[in-house]
């Protein structure tokens, strides 16, 4: 699986959209881009992924750029409950052979100050 | 849906001991996955099961490490004679069989302190 590269902190105002990079120049055309958090003390926590087009749910939107080497992890009103550590994972989606396991680097830790 | 749940989500341990944890899955997911995670660090995968076949292991499982899924549904990891170096959280995860590589769904993991 590909390598990401996120910064090691950030800070937001609570209220205000939290916008989270990751890069991940050496990704190939089956892998997808995952996001996971994990609030302290707690298991992580799926939050969304994505292969090329740009994706929303209830919790978050992610956007990937066209030649696919970088994306945002976007919180759009972020509140206090979302201070965490981000983690951006790049993994093959398709079944078969290779292994299944998620790869998580150190992530992003995210502070929402009141 | 009650998600993955684990037990205890606690274990305080004499150095030599062994312990066991237990990961109840959500229900309909045949894929279950332990993961340990250390202070300071984003959790590192262990195995995998597909049903009750254990299909990969990480060279971190060492031989005091086993790991069961004998009915397909819940599954255990046992640690043999702990070391202090086993302290750490220990995270399970199931996921569906869909869409190829679906998102995996994390318990709140299981904490142990070997003392």
């Known amino acids: 699986d590909a390598k990401t590269t996120q910064p090691t902190s950030m800070d937001c105002a609570e209220g205000r959209a939290a916008n989270l990079p990751c890069n991940h120049s050496?990704?190939?055309?089956?892998?997808?881009v995952y996001w996971y958090r994990q609030i302290h003390s707690q298991g992580p926590q799926y939050i969304i992924h994505?292969?090329?087009n740009n994706e929303t749910n209830e919790m978050a939107s992610l956007i990937i750029t066209e030649d696919r080497k970088s994306s945002t992890l976007i919180l759009p009103h972020a509140t206090l409950r979302d201070t965490a550590v981000y983690y951006c994972i790049v993994r093959e989606q398709n079944s078969g052979a290779g292994s299944y396991q998620l790869t998580f680097g150190k992530g992003t830790k995210l502070s929402v100050i009141p | 849906d009650t998600g993955v749940s684990q037990d205890p989500r606690h274990k305080i341990t004499k150095r030599g001991q062994n312990v066991t944890f237990r990961c109840d899955p959500i229900?309909?997911?045949?894929?279950l996955y332990w993961y340990r995670q250390t202070l300071g660090q984003g959790p590192e995968f262990l195995t995998y099961?597909?049903?009750?076949?254990?299909?990969?292991k990480s060279r971190l499982l060492s031989d005091r490490f086993s790991a069961e899924r004998p009915k397909g549904s819940f599954s255990t990891l046992e640690i043999q004679r702990t070391e202090q170096g086993d302290s750490a959280m220990y995270l399970c995860?199931?996921?569906?069989?869909?869409?190829?590589?679906?998102?995996?769904?994390f318990g709140p993991g299981t904490r142990l302190t070997v003392t």
């Open positions: 050496t990704i190939s055309g089956n892998e997808y």
């Open positions: 995860a199931s996921s569906s069989t869909s869409g190829g590589r679906p998102p995996q769904y």
């Open positions: 229900s309909e997911h045949n894929r």
């Open positions: 099961f597909q049903n009750e076949a254990q299909l990969e």
């Open positions: 994505g292969l090329k």
